[in-house]
């Protein structure tokens, strides 16, 4: 009898949703635009012979791991095949210049709406520029790959075809995303990786049931496997969700007949105010020196020191190096700290200036600078467990999948079921504040 009152009230709440003002427009505008995304991703450049470089991806950890990303595009070879990647690591960049160059930053800080829309506009144009790098860098690559290449296909023309198709397909992929951003429902950039993703977990799950089918072991360590997944899950939503309430108390003023304050209230700061963003943008950071050091592989260095030292930097960004996982694991705490600064919401200055501007104070803490310094103290503990505990969930599946020897699922282990739990929340929860944006209006309007 429970359970049916609990599915009829899910029911009511999906049906409350579908019909809140304007939200079903947004639903229907951000799928029409995953569906766009989505198409384009089957459509393959012009000469390619993509059951050669399907081949090689299957092998590669680094280029199956950049396909799961993009959502097969990269192993069709395909005119969306760079995917948000450029965008993204763009928008870091940027972000990183607003704190060291002092223009960037007036614009940021100073200039309202203006000048993030002027930042806005150079993070495309950076992007753009680094789409044309990174399609020159995979024509080339394409260029060497024996067989890649369609016969009769002027080595040029391919060159010169690829970069064009690979950075208007990454133009036209950072416009959808800010698109869904603008018009939809949710973050752009990481619904579309929260796509790719899933487009590539039904080939994840045909390769593990083709390799535990004949092995006893390895069916008892998927089961172990697949409980380390949902107990991360679970990780995942606790770490999302998890906050810290400062206690916040309001002086009471008397206004003609009425007072007004004295109320005890708080202020939610939350464990990971991140979200996903530093799994993301670490990614992006440690895929950029495994490109360059792709493009190196491909020439003839004489010099046997030079050579020598490309050689040891390949190993250090390997995929499969503890290097690699240590770097990571030190970007995402890093980036976790760096993206809770920027955050208006963390800001302990401006937050102790707003309550003695409306007469609220930390309970023993007196206004102003003490409130400032007490603040910053407590936004530094919690994003350093944040941190910790961001990076440790990002590990935990990829020594899963060592430890059980089930490497089929380590695509989707290391970081994208982060991104996947996530990003579905983001999108739940924005889901939610719209309905409750749309309640309070149809309040106010009775």
């Known amino acids: 009898m429970q359970q049916n009152i609990d599915s009829t009230r899910v029911a009511q709440n999906l049906m409350a949703s579908w019909q809140a003002s304007g939200l079903k427009q947004k639903l229907i505008f951000t799928f029409a635009i995953i569906a766009l995304f989505r198409f384009g991703a089957q459509l393959p450049i012009y000469g390619i012979n993509n059951e050669v470089f399907q081949a090689l991806a299957s092998g590669n950890n680094l280029i199956g791991f950049l396909d799961m990303f993009s959502g097969g595009a990269l192993g069709k070879v395909s005119i969306f095949a760079l995917g948000i990647g450029p965008y993204i690591t763009s928008s870091i960049i940027m972000q990183l210049m607003a704190v060291i160059i002092p223009h960037l930053e007036k614009l940021q800080k100073e200039d309202g709406e203006a000048g993030r829309r002027k930042i806005q506009q150079y993070t495309r144009y ?13 024509a080339l690559a394409l260029f060497k790959l024996p067989g890649a290449i369609m016969p009769g296909v002027n080595h040029f023309m391919f060159i010169a075809g690829c970069m064009v198709s690979l950075s208007a397909g990454a133009m036209i992929v950072m416009w959808l995303a800010e698109l869904i951003t603008e018009k939809g429902v949710g973050n752009g950039a990481s619904l579309l990786i929260f796509v790719g993703i899933i487009a590539g977990i039904p080939l994840y799950c045909n390769r593990t049931a083709t390799l535990v089918a004949q092995d006893t072991m390895l069916q008892l360590g998927l089961l ?27 002086a009471r003023r008397q206004v003609g007949n009425k007072v007004y304050g004295g109320q005890n209230t708080n202020i939610p700061f939350k464990l990971n105010p991140s979200g996903v963003m530093p799994i993301i943008f670490a990614i992006a950071i440690l895929l950029f020196p495994a490109t360059v050091l792709g493009f190196v592989q491909h020439m003839h260095i004489d010099n046997v ?8 930097l390949n190993m250090i960004f390997s995929a499969n190096s503890i290097s690699y996982y240590v770097i990571y694991f030190a970007l995402i705490v890093v980036l976790t700290f760096f993206y809770a600064s920027i955050i208006p919401s963390m800001q302990p200055k401006e937050i102790a200036n707003n309550l003695k501007k409306y007469g609220s104070a ?9 409130t400032a310094d007490k603040l910053n103290e407590i936004l530094s503990r919690i994003t350093f467990i944040g941190a910790l505990s961001l990076g440790i969930i990002a590990l935990i599946p990829t020594v899963a999948t060592k430890i ?4 089929t699922f380590q695509g989707i282990g290391a970081t994208s079921l982060i991104i996947l739990v996530g990003v579905a929340l983001d999108f739940i929860n924005q889901i939610k504040t719209h309905m409750l944006a749309k309640n309070y209006e149809s309040f106010l309007q009775q």
Request: glycine share 6%; charged share 10%; proline share 7%.
């Open 126 to 138: 950076f992007a753009c520029f680094l789409a044309l790098f990174q399609s020159f860098i995979f």
């Open 224 to 250: 172990v496997l697949i409980g380390i997944f949902l107990a991360t899950i679970i990780f995942i939503i606790v770490l999302h969700e998890a906050a810290r309430k400062v206690p916040i108390v309001s």
């Open 404 to 407: 059980t020897n089930i490497t």
């Open 305 to 312: 020191v030079v050579a020598g030292i490309f050689e040891k």
């Open 362 to 370: 930390i309970p023993g803490v007196k206004p102003g600078k003490p």
